[in-house]
């Protein structure tokens, strides 16, 4: 099961405007890149995903769309708690491949917390 139509981000011009204008944070195995739209628009839209993941990942489509499946299933659990108004690129990384369910779980928590996209939670909660 995929992401709501309004969580998705689709089009190439909005996954590049995310690349070359968003704020970046990464982890060890994927690279998180945020761009606030809340304050361009008069009412805050829902928050925005898109994944990507490269042939240099892994030459199998098996296995790049089963990343792109645990990843999707990893920002469903966190979508209660995303604040609206962002558009979010995730970029998983070549060593992705053997990486589990859990590890992503792990990371991405970690990535919205630094980028401050999870309600209740600030940098200063975690230090």
């Known amino acids: 099961m995929g992401l709501p139509k309004s969580n998705r981000l689709r089009h190439p011009k909005a996954f590049q405007t995310v690349y070359n204008r968003g704020k970046r ?5 994927l ?3 945020v761009l606030s739209k809340a304050d361009q628009q008069p009412t805050t839209p829902p928050t925005q995903f898109g994944i990507s993941v490269s ?4 030459k199998k489509a098996v ?3 089963r990343l792109k499946r645990q990843i999707k299933g990893v920002i469903r659990v966190f979508l209660p708690m995303i604040k609206p108004g962002y558009q979010v690129v995730i970029v998983v990384k070549r060593n992705a491949t053997e990486c589990k369910y859990e590890h992503f779980l792990r990371e991405l928590e970690e990535l919205l917390i630094k980028a401050e996209i999870i309600h209740g939670y600030k940098r200063e909660h975690i230090l």
């Open 63 to 65: 296995t790049r769309n």
């Open 31 to 33: 690279v998180m890149k």
């Open 55 to 58: 042939r240099k990942v892994s």
């Open 25 to 29: 944070y990464q982890s060890h195995h």
